[in-house]
């Protein structure tokens, strides 16, 4: 089993920038690829950034060139770094974990969110 505890979220004014941490814990050697979800008000939970094991990370569209997503394994902890923030980045920001067992099997762990609230 994997805990993820996000922290970092908070209020900021558009253009500004935010650094979310996501620290795992418990069988972290079995964590492959991690990565950041938001869901905000009335939609959908949506991809925002991931990165695998030694790969690159992938990004959506709508953050592209603004957030970077990074990984300390020695620490056991995932960051996304948020410049200029928009308001419509406002969301609840879940880590996300794919893990794999000692026999192969995939599966996942989600953090408990922490939310992010950009004003005009």
């Known amino acids: 089993q994997v805990q993820l505890v996000e922290s970092g979220g908070g209020l900021v004014q558009a253009g500004g920038s935010l650094r979310l941490s996501c620290a795992a814990s418990?069988?972290?050697?079995?964590?492959?690829?991690m990565g950041w979800y938001r869901q905000a008000p009335g939609k959908q939970r949506e991809l925002v950034a991931a990165?695998?094991?030694?790969?690159?990370?992938n990004y959506a569209d709508s953050v592209r060139g603004r957030f970077t997503i990074s990984r300390d394994s020695t620490k056991n902890t995932v960051y996304l770094q948020m410049n200029s923030l928009k308001p419509e980045d406002t969301a609840d920001y879940y880590c996300?974990?794919?893990?794999?067992?000692?026999?192969?099997?995939?599966?996942?762990?989600w953090g408990q969110g922490t939310q992010v609230t950009v004003s005009s």
């Open positions: 996300h974990a794919d893990l794999r067992g000692i026999a192969g099997d995939e599966y996942e762990s």
């Open positions: 990165i695998a094991s030694g790969g690159g990370p």
């Open positions: 418990g069988s972290t050697f079995a964590i492959n690829g």
